[in-house]
């Protein structure tokens, strides 16, 4: 894909078609028992209306959860090729106004890298996601290097997105609908995980997008860097360099960015890594449009607008 001029650009946006819901049901996966949540009505039309009349000129897409692993390599290997090539050719439709990131069978790792070359060299997916967990291992569990390895090779973009810890109570609030705690939870354990691991500067040419404003991370950076400390002066974990990693990493704004989210994630991010998303179409057209209007009117924003929106874009694209 050429560097070009895409406008405003989004970077979380899920493309709930029938062959996802077919393949979810093909594995058995029940959205309501993974996420507390039903998957939302969706269409390409509706898409395209969404993003005319929330003025978005181009989107990342990117499957939502729950994720396609179902404990069968072999079948979940099948339903990522099949949602894949579904997506690609809804890009292949639209191409000025969609590009896709690939779904990977992790933690079918040998999968996963299959997936990933015929993805980006035969579909023309612009980068992958990744969940959070898949099956209860973690991003940054090491038994992916050879993932990463592979796709720093290939300067990836690759696209986060939370998923349930496959252990949580479930006799508290926070235990019921995946999206109101355990998802920026879970991101947050991811990253520190990748954090703890060196992703970052041992893969350095990787772009990961992190969703929500960076979650719970602009707090927990300062905390892990302490802790972390501490627990490598007493041999407990190998020394890490956590805001060096933190630097690496790329930042959507999807959900809640005002009026607490993106000041915070400033404090601790670059505003050249922070990029837009809408989380069309779990959340309302109508309560995203409502929400970008005023973002857009804040004069606090004035001149970060227009470079979350199309210019840092042009990093990832």
């Known amino acids: ?27 058995g996966l029940d959205p309501m028992a993974e996420d507390g949540f039903p998957l939302p009505d969706w269409s390409a039309s509706a898409q395209l209306q969404f993003m005319e009349e929330a003025g978005i000129d181009f989107t990342v897409l990117s499957v939502p959860t729950p994720h396609i692993h179902n404990g069968d390599d072999e079948k979940s290997c099948a339903a990522a090729r099949r949602i894949n ?37 035969t579909l023309g997916a612009v980068g992958v996601k990744v969940v959070t967990n898949s099956n209860g291992v973690y ?12 796709l720093n090779r290939r300067n990836a973009l690759v696209i986060i997105h939370p998923c349930r810890a496959r252990k949580r109570p479930e006799n508290v609030i926070t235990g019921k609908v995946a999206a109101l705690y355990e998802y920026p939870a879970d991101t947050t354990r991811a990253v520190l995980n990748m954090i703890a691991h060196r992703i970052m500067t041992r893969f350095p040419n990787i772009r990961f997008v992190v969703p929500h404003t960076g979650s719970f991370l602009p707090y ?39 009026p607490v989210a993106l000041d915070m994630l400033r404090m601790a991010a670059d505003d050249s890594h922070i990029v837009y998303g809408s989380d069309f179409p779990h959340s ?23 470079r979350i929106y199309g210019e840092n874009a042009l990093q990832l694209l």
Do not use: W
């Not at 439709?93 to 980006?120: H, M």
């Not at 991003?139 to 592979?150: I, Q, R, T, V």
């Not at 892990?224 to 930042?251: N, P, R």
């Open 1 to 27: 894909m050429e560097k070009l001029n895409y406008g405003t650009v989004d970077f979380h946006a899920h493309p709930v078609d029938e062959v996802f819901r077919r393949e979810t049901e093909f594995l």
């Open 85 to 121: 090539e579904s997506t690609a050719k809804l890009c292949a439709e639209y191409p000025e106004k969609f590009a896709f990131a690939a779904v990977l069978p992790l933690p079918c790792v040998d999968g996963a890298i299959e997936e990933t070359a015929y993805a980006i060299d």
């Open 139 to 150: 991003l940054g569990d090491p038994s992916f290097d050879p993932l990463m390895e592979e």
């Open 220 to 258: 927990m950076l300062q905390r892990f860097t302490g802790v972390s400390g501490i627990l490598a002066s007493m041999g407990m974990m190998e020394t890490v360099d956590a805001k060096e990693e933190f630097t690496h990493l790329y930042f959507d704004i999807a959900g809640d960015p005002e």
């Open 284 to 306: 309302p057209a109508k309560v995203i449009i409502a929400k970008k209007k005023h973002f857009e009117s804040n004069e606090k924003y004035a001149g970060l607008v227009e």
